[in-house]
C-alpha cells in the first residue's frame, strides 16, 4: 500500500536524517516493480543477517593455520590475506599477536618467528635508542700523539653530512698532515 509521505516527513516522525529514510527505502524496496513494503524488508534483513560473516573464534583448525603459517615465516598480516586467498578460517591480525604473546608469556618461542623477535619498536631520535652508534667506537680524546701533531700522511677525519628528510649526503675525508680534502656527493 502506498501511503504518499514525503521522505522528510517521515524522517522528522522517525526522528532520523532523510538519508537513512532514503538509504531503507533503496535497499529494501522490490527490485521488480520498485515498491516498499515493510514485509520484504523485514524479510530481506534477515537474509543479510545470515549472509553475514561471522566472529570466528580461535579454534584448533584456526590454531593449526597460524602455526603453519609462523612456520613458513609468514607476519601475522600475511597470513590473514593468505587465508582470504585460500578460503581458510582465520581470526583478526591483532587476535593472532595476543595468541603470540600469550605463547611468549607462558615460556613458548613463537614469538621467534615475528621479524621484530617480541622486541619494541624503538621511534628514531629516541634517548636510549642504540641506532646510528659505531660499536667499539673509542673517544677522540684517546687517539695516539702522533695523530695529533700532524706529521704522518694517511690519518683522516671523515665525515658524513646527512640532507634534509634524508634525501641526500655529503662526505668529506681529510687528511690530517696535508689538509688534503675530498667532497663527494653521496647517492644511493
Known amino acids: 500500500m502506498e501511503i504518499g509521505i514525503p521522505k522528510s516527513q517521515i524522517s522528522e516522525y522517525i526522528d532520523k536524517d532523510k538519508s537513512v529514510v532514503c538509504r531503507e527505502i533503496k535497499r529494501n524496496s522490490d527490485k521488480r516493480n520498485a515498491k516498499y513494503s515493510a ?14 560473516p561471522k566472529k570466528v573464534m580461535f579454534t584448533a583448525i584456526v590454531e593449526t593455520n ?7 615465516d609468514y607476519s601475522p598480516e ?5 587465508a582470504v586467498l585460500e578460503g581458510q578460517e582465520m581470526v583478526s591480525i591483532e587476535r593472532i599477536y595476543q595468541y603470540i604473546w600469550a605463547d611468549k608469556k607462558k615460556g613458548g618461542h613463537l614469538y621467534k618467528y615475528l621479524r621484530t623477535k617480541g622486541k619494541k619498536y ?17 673517544d677522540i680524546d684517546l687517539r695516539p700523539k702522533i695523530v695529533e701533531d700532524k706529521i704522518r700522511i694517511g690519518d683522516l677525519e671523515i665525515d658524513l653530512v646527512v640532507g634534509k628528510a634524508h634525501k641526500g649526503a655529503l662526505l668529506t675525508i681529510n687528511d690530517r698532515a696535508t689538509g688534503l680534502l675530498f667532497m663527494d656527493k653521496v647517492r644511493k
Open 78 to 82: 600475511q597470513m590473514g590475506g593468505r
Open 39 to 52: 514485509n520484504l524488508a523485514d524479510k530481506k534483513a534477515k537474509e543479510r543477517q545470515l549472509k553475514k
Open 122 to 138: 624503538c621511534k628514531r631520535g629516541h634517548l636510549k635508542g642504540r641506532r646510528g652508534l659505531i660499536k667499539d667506537r673509542m
Open 66 to 72: 597460524v602455526l603453519y603459517y609462523l612456520g613458513l
